[in-house]
């Protein structure tokens, strides 16, 4: 077998774009010759129209001799066909509970503190260091609060250290006490890490703090130590064990260009999972972003993907070529992706409303209602935390992203972000519409007239078709646990509706009574068919202990579930 590879000069050298392995030539000069290849495209090739599927052919010269004199000479294309990114769009929904926490703050005020930030003042001149680390400590107390419960302990070191200085003692404070204390810190001294890390010890252990809440840990300092030594040898390990076994999630920050992170870096632990987490050390040399950083460390209320939406399982994405984030919109502000540089850009200048980490490739924003989002731009995967939520409200994202030989598709989701079990109702019209409520809340919806698609999501919820022949969809998530099974009504299952489920159950196989018994119970008495998704019934018989899902079918009144089965359910 032969193989010959195409490669193209991109400046920098060739890079191979395709290989084509040649078999064996077969036959003779009477009957003809012929040979099998295999062709295998290595990289992203132009096409010659962008943002459409085309096809371009690539043609080859073949020549083939007899070892001799004689010599055939033929031509054979390859045809490549361009591949789109494939975006999903739609709504997704943020459901917000309340989350608490135990927020220790161990903050250096010796007296380079002092020195000027280079935050601009809106009066003229620069706040110092301590002034911009005051500001973003106390807005990331409020975001905490914002989320639920939560207890403050408050370490200030410089040659010594302090536990809540001031006239407080040292218990667990709230967050007005803890704001008020940051709000009176003044810079003065030397650097001992050694004295703040002793400090905070002692600190955690101090009366006050919450039981069942999440235990964090923020270090900031804008120098290395010059007393103490700092954390070094079996410092680190007795360090990262005591964060084990409080379960502490610890981040360090280093504020300003005069900190080598690597001096940071054994501060930084996530006690929690007990992973040496390098990412919750960062040296913040642009201050402008401290806000920024902060806010991207509170928990999140969602983890989704910008190309995929709400949709556990979807084909969307970039497609064969690969790609990346081109940009996004947040607020009418437009982010754009400089993939040469690895930066992100808002017109062709660098950022500096928000944030972005050029080795993990990730852009964090605070948008204008108070949510942060934090985006991959090359997986597209996204956290987004709500700000605290009275009351409902909607963000949305539009984005763009680029393929790897330059399509460009845009789209765009829309956070819907609401309390936890905060339910709506919908209502259709007399065309066909889709209908979609909220996961984990109780949803009142009806279609109306025409054919409508409605889904419920996580909760328990009222659906009602109207009028036409309706699809009530249940997805992967649509459902509780068998611990807390959710529990749906149809009111008006008739013939022409469909239940879907195929999305929900796991192995099933759609129509075949056998297999959809393992799936589903109908108690005619009742009135409810009893989902198992993960096909936990023998025989369709009944088991609770199995059971995820009930939805009660007010006007369906037939006993024979294969009926259903064959009828309705798909």
């Given at each position: ?14 890079i ?8 064996a030539?077969?036959g ?7 040979a ?14 962008n ?17 001799q004199?004689?010599?055939l000479t033929?031509?054979f ?10 975006l ?11 989350v608490?926490?135990n927020?220790m ?6 007296g ?26 106390n807005k990331?107390?409020d975001?905490?609060?914002?989320l ?9 070191f ?24 940051v709000?009176?810190l ?32 923020y ?29 502490i ?7 300003g ?7 940071i ?24 972003q401290l806000?920024?950083i902060?806010q ?10 910008l190309?995929?939406g709400?949709?556990?399982t ?37 950022v500096?409303i928000a ?22 731009v ?19 994202i ?8 330059g399509?460009l ?13 905060d339910g709506?109702?919908?209502l ?25 698609i ?8 009222t ?42 159950l ?16 109908w ?12 096909g ?14 009930n ?7 037939s ?8 009828n309705?359910?798909?």
């Open positions: 077998m032969t193989t010959t590879t195409g490669t193209v000069d991109l400046g920098a050298g060739d191979p774009v395709m290989t084509i392995e040649v078999g030539i077969t003779n000069s009477t009957t003809g010759f012929s099998t290849y295999e062709t295998t495209l290595l990289h992203a090739i132009d096409h010659p129209l943002n459409m599927e085309d096809q371009l052919a690539v043609n080859f010269g073949v020549t083939i001799n007899d070892g004199l004689d010599s033929t031509q294309s390859v045809i490549v066909e361009d591949d789109r990114p494939t999903a769009e739609g709504t997704v929904s943020v459901p917000v509970e309340p608490n926490s927020v703050i161990v903050l250096d005020t010796s380079s503190m002092n020195d000027s930030s280079g935050v601009a003042k809106p009066g003229g001149g620069t706040y110092t260091r301590l002034q911009v680390a005051k500001q973003a400590i990331l107390l975001g905490y609060d914002d639920g419960d939560v207890k403050v302990q408050l370490i200030t410089a040659g010594t250290a302090d536990r809540n200085p001031g006239p407080i003692d040292n218990r667990w404070l709230t967050v007005s006490e803890a704001k008020s204390i709000g009176g003044s810079a003065n001294g030397s650097t001992d890490y050694d004295a703040a890390l002793a400090s905070a010890k002692l600190g955690f252990s101090e009366t006050g703090k919450l039981g069942n809440a999440t235990n964090y840990s270090f900031l300092t804008d120098g290395e130590p010059n007393q103490g030594g700092g954390i070094t040898g079996s410092e680190i390990a007795d360090w990262t064990n005591w964060l084990d076994t409080q379960s999630k610890s981040y360090a920050l280093g504020l260009t005069n900190v080598n992170i690597s001096k870096d054994p501060i930084a632990y996530n006690g929690i999972t007990q992973v040496d987490d390098n990412a919750l050390a960062k040296i913040v040399s642009n201050l402008n806000d920024s902060l991207g460390t509170l928990p999140p209320a969602i983890s989704k993907n190309m995929k709400d949709l556990s979807s084909d969307s994405g970039y497609g064969a070529d690969g790609g990346a984030l081109y940009d996004i919109t947040i607020d009418q502000t437009v982010y754009q992706y400089d993939r040469i540089n690895n930066d992100m850009l808002v017109n062709n200048v660098p500096d944030t972005y980490d050029p080795a993990t490739f990730e852009f964090t924003v605070e948008t204008a209602l108070n949510g942060v989002l934090t985006v991959n090359i997986t597209g995967d996204y956290t987004y935390q709500a700000a605290s939520t009275p009351a409902s409200y909607q963000e949305v539009a984005f763009t992203v680029q393929d790897n030989d399509d598709v845009s789209s765009s989701q829309t956070l819907d972000v609401y309390p936890k079990g709506i109702t919908l259709g019209t007399e065309n066909a519409d889709t209908l979609i409520g909220r996961a984990l809340a109780d949803d009142v919806i009806s279609g109306a007239g025409g054919d409508d409605i889904q419920g999501r996580s909760g328990n919820d659906l009602t078709g109207g009028t036409g022949n309706d699809l009530f969809v249940w997805r992967a998530d649509d459902k509780g646990s068998v611990a807390n099974p959710d529990f749906d009504i149809i009111t008006d299952l008739t013939s022409g509706d469909k239940i879907v489920l195929r999305d929900l796991v192995g099933e196989t759609i129509g075949n009574l056998d297999s959809m018994k393992e799936f589903v119970n108690d005619s008495v009742t009135g409810i068919l009893h989902i198992s998704s993960n936990g019934y023998t025989d369709g018989v009944y088991d609770g202990s199995k059971t995820d899902l939805i009660q079918l007010d006007s369906y009144t006993s024979n579930v294969d009926d259903l089965i064959n309705y359910i798909i």
